[in-house]
């Protein structure tokens, strides 16, 4: 069946699709891309809640080194779920590295001119 006025044309038979027809399957790969997406987010989020509680675990653990040596960093470490996997001492600067839920963190400190732990980087008073 053909309709339409002034000269214009437009088959309306049977065979062809309905004009929205396309909006459906369009609207599923977007729903199905936006929860691929959603769930990829979801696991770097997780991944970075891992590295920083490693990050945290390892500054605390250098801090204990500072003050208790080795064995109180061991423990330190262990009490928060963490293995000490290095403790290097130079100077009086201690580094140390932990392995915590499968992520390895580094962490630096040295004693603090007030009997307190200070990074690094920053002056000692």
Known sequence: MVSGGSGSRRWTGPGRP??????LPVLACVTVVALAGAAGLGRLAG?????????????????????????GAQRVAAANGATLRTLDVVGGDV???????????RASARPGGSGGVVPPSAPAR
């Not at 309905?18 to 909006?23: D, K, P, Q, T």
């Not at 590295?51 to 500054?59: K, L, M, N, P, T």
């Not at 580094?95 to 963190?105: D, F, R, Y």
Request: aromatic residues 0%; glycine residues 10%.
């Open 18 to 23: 309905e004009r929205g027809s396309v909006g």
């Open 95 to 105: 580094t140390v590295e932990v392995v915590s839920g499968g992520s390895v963190a």
């Open 47 to 71: 991944a970075s809640r891992a590295a920083a509680r490693s990050q945290a675990v390892a500054d605390l653990t250098a801090s204990a080194a500072v003050v208790a040596e080795r064995a």
